[in-house]
């Protein structure tokens, strides 16, 4: 059973609004040099899903929540650690005087 | 079982650290610290879920994360960067698998004890996540080439498009009313499915950085909608921040095109198939000359710009380029990249490419920092580059291009075009006015042996 008081949907609408709100401010300002590694920056920190997978995980109980919980872990595995390498990959390129 | 509280404190920092590593991210001097502390933020998230929730089928979930894990590794080493355009598709349909997957298996779970407001955020995480999932396929398939980079357009489109979307949003209405109908929550997973491969497929290859961004947008706000889902704050900012960004990337991909969103979803760009390439090669004059005959030209310049284009990646000229700017250089000519925002298929794909072959970064201009120089430089060289330098934006109201802030090369006194053929079009099947302008020669051939003669021809000079 999932229950939502309303105190917590207000408190949960408030921080999506300012995180989001923070999050434009704060792109706005990336270089449009490292546009790149932010999409692939961003992209692993969206791969913070893989909390919710853990947690759906814990309780599933049914093979059907289980295998979904399961791919949705691999998934998630997948960006949160192939997404920072690739950023660190990406960065590592950029050198000021170009030299190795 | 950890006090709630200290849970709840790993999860602020973690917060704390996704934040700051957006604000490292805005210049190259912090970056790389940006990226490594979200990744202590991930690493924090995931101990303290663990300590939180315990390890229920744990056999399995390192099963999962240990496969997961070697894949995305394997795929961040081996990962060319002229495929970073793919790899970024790819792993926005990951991620958003992931969030709709999560969202279903709660939906199992619960039903049918599901309230009104988090049923609503669930169905529309669901859509937003299958439809990113099919839709991140069918662009990474587009990338990739394994499918035709032309808008795929079919007779009543729209129609089925509006009819597809509109049954999940239907399903999703019904579901929020009735939350114990499983079949219903199956029908709408599916047709956001379609809806994905429907939307992606009619958009061009030239449009992909917009696209591309979209979906970013897209896979971020379905994290965040689980975030909602869960009760889990961490999932929001997180969702967020990313939500944001893909947000602000397309905006800028699209006014660097003078377009609305409407109208690269649902405009079926690049169908447009003008004139005869063929004929007005022989109508308007098209010069050309060879490797050879340009080299001099480049050697006695004061000044030349060079600007690449998604032909650069392809041809993998990003080295061949880099040689050219040296040799070129050694005989004391001042050179510059000029980048245009949607150059390539990617935002910042050039920078990364021009980057990958140790090409300085302050060379690397803006469009709008550079575009005054233009018409004080000698020379021009276009690598690949076609619609982004095409005149007609810039006077041919008929052109689809018209209204597109482009790249001056034609203010320049004297431009080469590096084009694989004679004939035929850009990518997006718009006559290029640059083709036949009276300072333009063309040299034929593929672009990285092209300038590898030249780099050759300027060393012997």
Redesign the interface.
């Known amino acids: 059973m999932i229950e939502s008081t309303s105190a917590d949907i207000i408190t949960n609408i408030m921080i999506f609004a300012l995180a989001s709100l923070l999050g434009l401010e704060l792109i706005k300002h990336v270089s449009r040099l490292l546009h790149t590694p932010l999409m692939s920056l961003t992209n692993a920190i969206s791969s913070v899903a893989i909390v919710a997978a853990l947690i759906v995980m814990s309780y599933a109980n049914t093979t059907l929540t289980i295998t979904l919980a399961a791919v949705a872990i691999a998934c998630a595995a997948t960006n949160a650690i192939g997404g920072f390498m690739i950023t660190e990959r990406i960065l590592k390129m950029f050198r000021k005087d170009g030299k190795k | 079982m950890i006090a709630e509280s200290l849970i709840q404190i790993i999860y602020i920092i973690?917060a704390i650290l996704?934040?700051l590593?957006?604000?490292w991210?805005?210049?190259?001097k912090t970056?790389?610290r940006?990226?490594?502390s979200?990744?202590i933020?991930?690493i924090l998230?995931?101990i303290a879920?663990?300590l939180?929730?315990?390890?229920?089928?744990y056999e399995?979930?390192i099963?999962?994360?240990v496969?997961?894990?070697i894949?995305?590794?394997a795929?961040?080493?081996k990962?060319p960067?002229t495929a970073?355009p793919q790899?970024?598709a790819i792993?926005?349909a990951?991620?958003a698998?992931?969030?709709a997957?999560?969202g279903?298996?709660?939906f199992?779970?619960?039903t049918p004890?599901?309230?009104t407001?988090?049923m609503s955020i669930l169905s529309i995480e669901v859509i937003l996540g299958f439809l990113t999932f099919t839709g991140s396929i069918v662009a990474f398939l587009k990338l990739q080439e394994l499918i035709s980079g032309r808008p795929i357009i079919y007779p009543a489109r729209k129609t089925i498009s509006f009819l597809v979307f509109g049954g999940a949003l239907l399903s999703a209405i019904l579901l929020i009313i009735n939350p114990g109908n499983q079949t219903l929550f199956l029908i709408m997973g599916a047709l956001s499915l379609v809806f994905g491969v429907i939307l992606v497929i009619a958009i061009g290859g030239a449009d992909m950085p917009t696209v591309?961004?979209i979906l970013?947008s897209f896979?971020?706000l379905s994290?965040?909608g689980?975030?909602?889902?869960?009760?889990?704050?961490?999932?929001?900012?997180?969702?967020?921040?990313?939500?944001?960004?893909?947000?602000?990337?397309a905006i800028?991909m699209c006014k660097a095109m003078n377009r609305s969103f409407t109208n690269v979803l649902f405009g079926g760009f690049g169908n447009i198939q003008k004139s005869k390439a063929g004929k007005n090669a022989v109508e308007r004059n098209i010069k050309s000359m060879v490797a050879e005959e340009a080299a001099p030209l480049l050697s006695y310049a004061k000044s030349v710009i060079i600007i690449p284009g998604y032909g650069m990646a392809v041809a993998q000229a990003q080295h061949a380029s880099k040689d050219l700017m040296d040799s070129l250089e050694e005989k004391g000519v001042k050179v510059n990249f000029a980048?245009h925002?949607v150059a390539g298929r990617?935002?910042?794909?050039m920078?990364?490419l021009l980057?990958?072959a140790?090409?300085?970064?302050?060379k690397?201009k803006?469009m709008d920092e550079i575009n005054s120089d233009f018409k004080h430089t000698d020379v021009v060289i276009v690598v690949g580059a076609n619609d982004i330098v095409n005149p007609a934006a810039t006077h041919n109201r008929a052109s689809p291009i018209y209204g597109m802030p482009i790249l001056k090369a034609y203010e320049a006194k004297m431009i080469i075009m590096i084009k694989r053929s004679p004939g035929g079009l850009g990518f997006s099947g718009i006559d290029n006015e640059l083709f036949w302008h009276k300072n333009t020669t063309m040299v034929y051939g593929d672009a990285k042996e092209v300038i590898n003669k030249l780099v050759q021809n300027i060393k012997e000079n």
Not at chain 2, 358 to 362: G, I
Request: net charge negative.
């Open positions: 973690s996704f934040t590593s957006i604000k991210m805005s210049e190259v970056s790389r940006g990226n490594f979200a990744a933020g991930m998230a995931v879920t663990i939180a929730v315990g390890t229920n089928h399995l979930t099963v999962a994360v496969i997961g894990g894949f995305g590794a795929m961040a080493m990962m960067m970073i790899r970024t792993s926005h990951f991620g698998l992931a969030a997957l999560v279903a298996a709660e199992f779970y619960n004890s599901i309230d407001f988090t591309i961004a970013n896979a971020g994290a965040a689980l975030g909602f889902v869960l009760n889990n704050k961490l999932l929001i900012v997180a969702g967020a921040i990313d939500g944001s960004s893909g947000l602000i990337l800028l980048i925002p990617m935002p910042g794909h920078n990364v980057a990958e140790d090409v300085p970064y302050e690397l803006e």
